[in-house]
């Protein structure tokens, strides 16, 4: 497979990881938008929320977990935080691995301006 998050999950791409589990990852995205900006992904290749499986859905909880955990160990808590999906090319997905975006540390710009 020639997906780069499937290569991070198993370590023949190196990371800064802040959290693992058996089905979960998170790490610093090598290009921040904002202070905090961690990714968390599941180990298991999804490409995206349009091909989870039933069996898949518990997941999006699992992150939602660790992304709350990951926003008090890194001091965004209180301050706030933004959880971010981009689902398909016009959605802003670049990389076709289900992948949330923590972002805090700083005011976040408004997602669309008007």
């Keep these: 497979m020639d997906c780069i998050f499937c290569k991070i999950a198993e370590g023949s791409i190196p990371s800064r990881k802040v959290f693992e589990n058996d089905r979960i990852l998170a790490f610093h ?3 921040p938008a904002a202070p905090v900006h961690i990714l968390i992904i599941p180990k298991k290749h999804i490409p995206s929320l349009n091909e989870m499986g039933d ?3 518990e997941l999006i ?10 926003a008090k ?3 965004v808590e209180d301050s706030g935080y933004r959880l971010v999906n981009n689902c398909g090319k016009d959605g802003g997905q670049e990389v076709f691995h289900l992948h949330f975006h923590l972002m805090g540390g ?4 408004p997602l669309f301006s008007r």
């Design 29 to 31: 995205d090598i290009q």
């Design 55 to 57: 069996k898949d859905w």
């Design 61 to 70: 909880g699992e992150i939602a977990k660790t992304a709350r955990l990951l």
């Design 73 to 75: 160990e890194h001091g």
């Design 106 to 109: 700083a005011k976040l710009g």
